[in-house]
């Protein structure tokens, strides 16, 4: 990418970086996602170790790859190493970013879950899943909805609307594989039907 | 909540192997391909244990999806089926996402290619949505009832969906009281 900044990065700068991110790990309450607003404004905006270009392609190629959406932290290390050097310090970035992305808040869902499931049969902790089960799933459908609504307009996509609702009625009552989705979805695209 | 008749993972290389794939076909995310081979496919949850690990997971700072692969290891290997779980989550797909970012740049701009992302980004949320119907049948064993359950789920979706409220006070303000109830309710 053509705009992306040149860096020379210290040992202190990428220890700083690790850092920031230890304490992204354990602010991510629902969700990675939920902290890349505080991400942009410490990368782009105040050390301008990746453009924005870079920054929103990380989320981009993540969403889009098959594996678990928080990969775009390892690709913003990975941008920022190759900012600074070669294949070497791009890999080194991405292995910073996501170890520190990770350690604290794995480390907390073990200890957690080691603790609820040894305290299984407590009041506390029936009541605690029972409570949260309404309120996950219909965050699992505000995440779905927040997906389909990204940066469109109603009038002219109602095709990719369509779409998802029927996805989403297909799945719900058929066994269908969703790969043979996700094919005819791309299909559609590429042929410039939606 | 028996688990003795239920298929469950072979070895810290099946848990490996299972998490692997799953990761690989979750396209746009792989929640929904989750709920699909854990609970439909390999049975090793029902939907009620998949909700009940999954609020445990989504409470819990740090991404979702990998929780939930370290809690389900967790429970039937240990630290090592933690990691062998969350590594087979990972270990792929991080190599096919760099390999996608070297790529990125000469198709960035690619019509087409850009029309086939925006293809599957619908279809992705499509199979999240069908996720929260297929889990949402777990709650008719809520011991909340069903009228309670959807008047949250109605609450907490409309509050981050539609006003864009931040999580932790829907969590907070939603979240407290329905434990309070829900203890009564589960009074021995």
Known sequence: ?194 | MTIADRPQPRSLTDLFLSFNQLALQGFGGVLAIAQRELVERKRWLSNEEFVEEWSVAQIMPGPNIVNLALMIGARHFGLRGAMAAVAGMLALPLVLVLALALLYAQFAHHPQMAGALRGMGAVAAGLILAAALKLAGALKTNPLGMPACVTLGVACFSGVALLRWPLIYLLLGLGVPTCLVAYRRLAP
């Open chain 1, 1 to 194: 990418m053509s705009d992306a900044p040149i860096l020379s990065l210290q040992w202190t700068d990428w220890l700083e970086l690790f850092l920031h991110y230890l304490q992204l790990s354990m602010l991510a309450i629902g969700g990675a996602m939920t902290t890349a607003p505080e991400m942009h404004r410490y990368l782009v905006d105040q050390h301008h170790w990746l453009s924005e270009a870079q920054f929103t392609s990380s989320i981009a190629i993540a969403q889009a790859a098959p594996g678990p959406n928080i990969l775009f932290v390892a690709l913003m290390g990975w941008n920022i190493g190759s900012n600074a050097g070669g294949i070497g310090a791009a890999l080194f970035g991405a292995l910073v970013t996501m170890t520190a992305i990770l350690l604290p808040s794995s480390t907390l869902a073990y200890l957690a879950a080691h603790w609820a499931h040894r305290n299984r049969e407590l009041r506390l902790v029936r009541a605690f899943k029972q409570a949260m089960a309404p309120l996950v799933i219909a965050l699992l459908a505000a995440t779905g909805w927040l997906l389909a609504s990204a940066h469109r307009d109603p009038a002219a996509d109602w095709p990719l609307w369509l779409l998802t609702a029927v996805s989403a009625a297909i799945v719900w009552r058929s066994k269908l594989h969703l790969l043979y989705l996700l094919a005819a979805g791309a299909a559609l695209g590429w042929f410039g039907v939606l």
